[in-house]
């Protein structure tokens, strides 16, 4: 990816939700004016939720997402509805499509998006062939709360309503959070430090560090990139200490002994866990590791679904530090993508990677999952600071 690109992770949710054959995918394609999802008159097109990223005038980056219906049937079906469900973790603003029928399952899914604290826009589709919608229209009004969108995807009709709609349900911190928070502004210093392991393969860079430099860019810092070897150098290269250092967290103890005193630390990983989940709770959880035992039991949990490398972090370097602590008996589970145990409550410590695939939305519907069954949950970089001795002397 360029550094001009924004990520998927980056960009606002929007889920499409309905029956089969309600129209979703034809509102997919009039919402972006492109041919992006397979429409066919045949009830169960759609399959697995197709994740479209887009540019839209008036919202910016976003990412629409069509699933399958949630009336599907049989054992496949079940399982559509299953991903379908595993959609709304994701979904920053609900489109809910309405058809003719019974509309009792929507109205349902609509009570789950609330709980979940999502903006719904209730939207009632094909009204070129539907006819009178007068007291779907006053169901809706009373369960929703708010008036439907009267739409016909395929006239395209209504369909610049929704996109009002969605302007209007906007986060109201949507675009506001950094992930460098309030750490540096125009013209501070800053030293990146990027150990180019197994991890970044020759020629690449990591996600977190290609977000972290463009944000910086933005804000008009200088930036100065070194890996970690050749720190002292770098160093001696500025002619000023620099006011902050963002480093990969496996390297925490060593760059934390060679800053100059007044420069201010972190990580990418630390970062992120502020910019993407509860950073507060996070170095609260990391506490937990003095009283784990040998009978105790931690999840890992990684973003990407890659094959585990040779000195893999979540894999390897995590395990082997928790281990050498606690002792060899600990146990550790690892998942990874959206595998996630929905109970938790066999787990004495959750550690979650930086998360750099996932947007906000999910990563703290899985904080807010653990906090509801009383597990501790961690990141990453918050628990190497922890287990290196200086969680207390970085920033964040």
Not at 372 to 379: D, L
Request: charged share 25%.
């Amino acid at each position: 990816m360029s550094l001009q690109d924004t990520p998927r992770a980056e960009r606002l949710h929007i889920g499409l939700f309905g029956k089969r054959n309600s129209g979703k995918s034809s509102l997919v394609n009039a919402l972006t004016g492109q041919e992006i999802a397979l429409v066919s008159d045949v009830a169960g097109t759609t399959t697995d939720p197709v994740y479209k990223a887009m540019e839209i005038h008036g919202i910016g980056p976003c990412v629409f997402i069509d699933t399958a219906g949630f009336d599907d049937e049989g054992e496949l079906g079940a399982m559509r509805v299953a991903k379908t469900r595993d959609a709304l973790e994701r979904t920053d603003i609900a489109i809910v499509v309405f058809g003719s029928g019974d509309p009792s399952m929507e109205f349902a899914w609509v009570a789950d998006l609330k709980k979940r604290k999502t903006p719904v826009i209730p939207v009632i589709n094909k009204i070129d062939i539907l006819g009178d919608t007068t007291e779907l229209q006053a169901s809706i009004r009373a369960k929703v709360g708010r008036d439907a969108l009267l739409v016909s995807a395929l006239e395209k009709k209504g369909v610049e309503k929704i996109r009002e709609a969605i302007i209007y349900h906007l986060p109201e911190d949507y675009d506001a959070i950094r992930i460098t928070g309030n750490l540096v502004d125009d013209g501070d210093l800053v030293l990146l430090v990027m150990p180019q392991d197994i991890q970044a393969p020759k020629g690449r860079l990591i996600l977190p560090q290609v977000q972290t430099l463009r944000e910086l860019l933005d804000t008009k810092c200088i930036v100065m990139s070194t890996t970690t070897d050749k720190m002292d150098e770098a160093l001696r290269a500025m002619s000023r200490p620099p006011k902050l250092i963002i480093t990969d967290s496996q390297v925490f103890k060593t760059v934390y002994e060679k800053k100059p005193k007044e420069s201010m630390l972190t990580s990418f990983s630390v970062l992120f866990a502020q910019y993407k989940g509860d950073l507060a709770f996070f170095a609260e959880s990391a506490a937990v590791i003095e009283s784990l035992t040998e009978k105790s039991k931690v999840l890992i949990a990684e973003a990407c679904t890659h094959a585990p490398l040779h000195e893999d972090i979540g894999r390897v370097k995590l395990p082997r530090m928790l281990k050498k602590k606690v002792g060899e008996g600990l146990t550790i589970h690892h998942v990874s993508g959206v595998d996630f145990p929905t109970d938790l409550t066999g787990y004495d410590l959750i550690i979650q990677c930086g998360a750099c695939m996932f947007n906000r939305k999910y990563v703290l519907s899985r904080v807010e999952s653990a906090q509801k069954q009383g597990v501790p949950m961690s990141n990453y970089g918050v628990v190497l600071a922890y287990l290196s001795g200086i969680l207390d002397k970085i920033v964040w």
